[in-house]
């Protein structure tokens, strides 16, 4: 018998649905972006966030289930987002999904976004071996994981200050490129010279696996600032990929170290900035001269969407591991511990 669950996700900007039956088959995964609503304010404004999550969500999640051909009565599970991300907009989604399987009596489970994103990966390759390790950058998180198994994280180093898609996008910011950053320094980057800026990185102490990015942002700041005041012309292009490089650098060099003590069984990349063209192929080739296979999600899994939400889901039902009707809102939480 398989396994029929529905994907709900609102942590963010992004209101999505999905259906994915036995965790790797995506029946549906339709996803309603606000990147035009915010990219006016350059960011996103949460309660307009959250706002716009209550005016689709049940929409979506109709879309996705007609999509996928099921109704209530063949799901197995509902499973929502519950944390980190927006409070206001993690309430839109768990409520939505709290109404549907307390009327439909269909058990609930609460994923962690963190999770999802990493989840992204099983969706595609359900039979990876364990253990991975697993580099998880979006715009929230910088997070280098263990995963013994499924459902085990060990957090070994994380960004004590920006993450990387936070640096994309305020680097974005301060040039007038719009949001989100990362894909439009990513195109500027294409025509650009990445050593033509010798910008920072951070490696912090001898041994850590910690990150740090508002150095290289403050770096990227000043220099558009010293050039701006003498004059000077900048070239976008040059700056954005030496910016890029900077990041894919540091980010490259600490998931080796990691990988040369823990040994994994393979390398895994996920969140937003994973679909990162540079970082994908940086990482790609370290990881082949040391002996490790990279997965990657493909690019539209990525970035937010409720079919990595419905794989968690699937998995954690398997494990009898559901929510109660307590569930509530998590905006700060992590995965795993160090
Ligand atoms: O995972 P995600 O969709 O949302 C969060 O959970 O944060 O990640 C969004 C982040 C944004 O900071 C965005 O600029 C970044 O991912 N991003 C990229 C690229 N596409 C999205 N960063 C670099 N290169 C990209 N191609
Ligand atoms: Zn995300």
Redesign the pocket.
């Known amino acids: 018998m398989s396994v029929v669950v529905l994907g709900i996700e609102t942590s963010?900007d992004e209101t999505s649905a999905a259906v994915v039956v036995d965790g790797c088959v995506i029946r549906s995964n339709v996803i309603a972006s606000q990147v035009e609503i915010h990219g006016k304010y350059g960011g996103v404004v949460p309660e307009v966030a959250s706002r716009r999550h209550l005016e689709v969500v049940n929409l979506i999640v109709a879309e996705a289930l007609e999509q996928a051909g099921v109704g209530f009565s063949d799901l197995n599970a509902i499973a929502v987002t519950y944390g980190p991300g927006l409070a206001g907009s993690l309430l839109v989604g768990l409520m939505a999904a709290k109404a549907m399987a307390f009327a439909r009596g269909i058990p609930l489970i609460g994923v962690n976004?963190l999770e999802a994103?990493i989840y992204a990966n099983f969706l595609v390759r359900p039979h990876l071996p364990f253990p991975q390790l697993c580099l998880v950058v979006?715009?929230?998180h910088t997070d280098l994981f263990y995963i013994t198994h499924h459902g085990h994280y060990r957090l070994l180093g994380r960004t004590r200050d920006d993450a990387a898609?936070?640096a994309?996008?305020k680097v974005a910011r301060v040039m007038s490129l719009g949001y989100?950053?990362?894909?439009l320094?990513?195109r500027q980057a294409r025509d650009g010279n990445p050593d033509a800026i010798a910008f920072p990185r951070a490696y912090l102490e001898e041994g850590t696996y910690d990150f740090s990015f508002s150095g290289l942002k403050t770096a990227v700041l000043n220099y558009l600032e010293r050039a701006r005041r003498k004059g000077q012309e900048v070239s976008i292009p040059d700056v954005s990929a030496s910016f890029q490089k900077a990041v894919t650098d540091v980010l490259v060099d600490k998931v080796m170290a990691a990988a040369e003590v823990y040994r994994p069984s393979g390398i895994m990349l996920a969140?937003?900035?994973a679909?990162?063209t540079a970082l994908r192929e940086a990482l790609g080739a370290r990881a082949r001269a040391g002996g490790y296979g990279l997965t990657v999600p493909p690019l539209a899994l990525c970035?937010?969407n409720a079919a990595m939400v419905a794989c968690v889901g699937y998995y954690k039902y398997l494990r009898g591991n559901l929510a109660g009707p307590e569930l509530n809102v998590v905006a700060a939480q992590g995965l795993g511990c160090s």
Do not use: L, Q
């Open positions: 963010c976004h994103h979006s715009g929230g898609g936070e994309f996008d989100p950053g990362g894909p320094i990513e969140g937003g900035v679909a990162n970035t937010d």
